[in-house]
């Protein structure tokens, strides 16, 4: 009698532990499938909104980095751009 040939089960991953893990299992995604992105937000249904401005006025946002450039205005000095600015006080 002969013995079935071995046949390697695939194995699940149990979790990301790299970006290089992560972008792998990401493109093995058939791009058929849409947009490969994420969100940030554990339901779909929830507005895309920064948390900073969840339940704030509409200028609550401007208000915090006009605070931030008062309060730090020698972080920001060598900055040449307003994006500049905005990738700076992203930064831990």
């Given at each position: 009698?002969?013995?079935?040939?071995?046949?390697?089960?695939?194995?699940?991953?149990?979790?990301?532990?790299?970006?290089?893990?992560?972008?792998?299992?990401?493109?093995?995604?058939?791009?058929?499938?849409?947009?490969?992105?994420?969100?940030?937000?554990?339901?779909?249904?929830?507005?895309?909104?920064?948390s900073v401005m969840r339940n704030?006025?509409?200028?609550?946002?401007?208000?915090?980095?006009?605070?931030?450039?008062?309060?730090?205005?020698?972080?920001?000095?060598?900055?040449?751009?307003?994006?500049?600015?905005?990738?700076?006080?992203?930064?831990?």
């Amino acid at each position: 009698m002969q013995s079935k040939p071995s046949v390697a089960k695939k194995k699940e991953p149990t979790g990301i532990e790299s970006v290089t893990q992560f972008l792998t299992e990401i493109y093995r995604l058939d791009p058929s499938a849409g947009v490969r992105c994420f969100r940030g937000e554990a339901d779909a249904r929830w507005r895309l909104m920064p948390s900073v401005m969840r339940n704030l006025r509409v200028d609550a946002e401007n208000n915090i980095f006009s605070e931030l450039m008062a309060e730090a205005p020698n972080e920001f000095a060598d900055d040449r751009s307003m994006f500049g600015r905005l990738v700076r006080a992203q930064m831990p």
